[in-house]
């Protein structure tokens, strides 16, 4: 399955759920801003589950649950996804801006990032701003 194809499935599910959302958002910017974190919530409430697979409680014994933390980690890209989709982004956009913003992140380990010699401020823009964003 592509990158593409979830965003399809992802996309179909949500009009299941919620037939008139993406028409909705359009049309309502509180609306969109409202759904974008609803997502994000869940998004965060799944990855809190995907901690509680794993015993990170030092003061209890427990089995990592690795099985769980792949679910949860599935259950975080369809959230994920619908974010994307609520902020206007398709696979596409996101590939590319992935592949812009990994460069970057070569860029700046290259020059400097790790030890806090690197500058992400060039004539007062952020380097995402100049290199992601904008190109």
């Not at 070569?106 to 100049?130: I, W």
């Amino acid at each position: 399955m592509s990158l593409e194809q979830i965003f399809e499935q992802q996309i179909t599910l949500n009009k299941r759920i919620n037939s008139k959302l993406y028409e909705d958002i359009q049309k309502n910017p509180e609306l969109k801003r409202e759904w974008f974190l609803k997502f994000e919530k869940a998004l965060s409430q799944e990855s809190a589950e995907a901690i509680d697979s794993l015993n990170w409680k030092w003061w209890k014994q427990d089995a990592d649950d690795w099985d769980n933390v792949k679910v949860e980690l599935v259950d975080m890209l369809h959230f994920w996804v619908s974010m994307c989709t609520i902020a206007g982004l398709d696979a596409k956009d996101v590939y590319d801006l992935y592949a812009k913003k990994n460069k970057l992140n070569f860029k700046r380990q290259d020059e400097g990032y790790q030890d806090g010699t690197y500058d992400k401020y060039k004539d007062g823009v952020e380097d995402n701003r100049l290199h992601v964003i904008n190109k």
